[in-house]
C-alpha cells in the first residue's frame, strides 16, 4: 500500500516539475520573441534571458498569490495590461542585462500577450 502511494507521489511530483520546466521554457521563448520585436528592449545574453523568465514568472505568482490578478495584458483587460507593462519594466532591476523603457514596456505588454496568446504555457500547478 506504502508503494503504491509512494508511486503516485513520485508521478506526481515529477509532472508538477515538468510543469514549472515547461512554463519556464515558454516564458523564456515569449519573453525572447517580445524583447526582439519591440524597440527599446533589450536583453543582452542567455543567461540574462533565463533570469528574467525567472523573474518574470515569480513576480507573476506573488501578484496572483497576494491580488489575484494575472499579469497578462489580455487576461484580465486593463488592469492585466498595465500590470504586465510594470512587471516588465520592474524586472530591469533584479537582472543585469536586461534594459527597458516605460514606451517599451507598453509595446512590450502588448506584443508579449499576442505571442503568449499563440504560445501555451500557462498550464495549471
Not at 5 to 33: D, P, Y
Not at 87 to 109: K, R
Amino acid at each position: 500500500m506504502d508503494n503504491e502511494k509512494s508511486n503516485v507521489q513520485s508521478s506526481s511530483t515529477m509532472g508538477t516539475v515538468g510543469q514549472i520546466v515547461w512554463r519556464f521554457v515558454a516564458a523564456a521563448i515569449v519573453l525572447a520573441i517580445t524583447a526582439f520585436f519591440t524597440p527599446g528592449f533589450t536583453i543582452n545574453n542567455i543567461w540574462s534571458l533565463a533570469l528574467a523568465a525567472v523573474v518574470l514568472t515569480a513576480i507573476d505568482y506573488l501578484i496572483v498569490k497576494f491580488t489575484g490578478l494575472h499579469a497578462s495584458p489580455f487576461g484580465k483587460g486593463f488592469v492585466g495590461f498595465v500590470l504586465s507593462a510594470v512587471v516588465l519594466y520592474v524586472t530591469q532591476f533584479f537582472v543585469a542585462g536586461y534594459a527597458i523603457s516605460w514606451i517599451a514596456a507598453i509595446i512590450g505588454a502588448l506584443v508579449y500577450g499576442v505571442v503568449d496568446y499563440f504560445i501555451p504555457g500557462d498550464n495549471k500547478l
